[in-house]
């Protein structure tokens, strides 16, 4: 009964080259997230989807873009990887926001990338 | 601003006995949630437990409650009857009203020894 499904598990890159990461869900949320997350750290957050509206975080570099063609799927584009761009990344959803930001994220297995 | 800190890098705890994981938040916002998530080394994060700013009793799910005490803005994660596959890393996390952002603690990486 997966619910939040991110493919390939793992993706090797070469330097400079795009690679798109996926993620596609059966819970039927408004929100989709994408998180970075480096080694021993934190996950920090890229970006979000209300429903088709792109909510990018201020830090996140340009070389990062998404697509979310509908309700079910979202995918990553990273347009010229770089070493410092190793890391796993995360997919989440949560119905709506809730109250005062409330709403439950939940994750998908992520994708753990690797350039080369 | 939002903050999440997490003390405690690594613990270790024997198994079947309790482990309290801390957790403290900074927030202006009235209106908050606090959540916990588990992540082991397979990467996946595993949500845990949820706990309300407006909400009067902590938190328990199953083996996992939460100690909540918001005078002193902090959201212990406390685990019972430890099990070797608790062994992972657990993060901390807050989303307060008005921001979409949910901010994840440094984590704290629980061992469970047999």
């Known amino acids: 009964d997966a619910m939040v499904i991110q493919n390939p598990r793992y993706q090797v890159t070469q330097f400079g080259k795009p690679v798109t990461l996926s993620c596609s869900q059966t819970?039927?949320?408004?929100?989709m997230y994408w998180y970075q997350q480096k080694s021993s750290q934190a996950p920090k957050l890229l970006f979000h989807?209300?429903?088709?509206?792109?909510?990018n975080e201020a830090d996140t570099p340009d070389n990062f873009q998404s697509r979310r063609p509908n309700t079910s799927f979202c995918f990553l584009d990273i347009r010229s990887p770089g070493l410092g761009d190793a890391a796993m990344y995360l997919c989440?959803?949560?119905?709506?926001f809730g109250p005062g930001g409330t709403d439950t994220q939940y994750f998908g297995p992520g994708t753990r990338l690797t350039v080369l | 601003a939002q903050k999440i800190t997490q003390t405690q890098p690594g613990m270790f705890v024997q198994e079947k006995e309790a482990v309290t994981l801390d957790c403290t938040y900074d927030?202006?916002?009235?209106?908050?949630?606090l959540f916990w998530y588990k992540q082991p080394s397979s990467g996946e994060m595993i949500f845990l437990i949820y706990?309300?700013?407006?909400?009067?009793q902590n938190a328990t799910e199953g083996r996992y409650s939460l100690n909540f005490q918001k005078a002193r803005k902090s959201a212990n994660l406390v685990i019972s009857a430890s099990q070797l596959g608790d062994s992972a890393m657990y993060f901390c996390?807050?989303?307060?009203?008005?921001?979409?952002?949910?901010?994840f603690g440094a984590g704290t990486r629980l061992t469970v020894k047999p």
């Open positions: 706990q309300g700013s407006y909400d009067q």
């Open positions: 989807y209300y429903d088709k509206d792109f909510n």
């Open positions: 989440a959803t949560s119905r709506d």
């Open positions: 996390a807050m989303r307060a009203y008005n921001n979409n952002d949910m901010r």
């Open positions: 819970l039927n949320h408004n929100v």
């Open positions: 927030t202006s916002d009235p209106s908050y949630g």
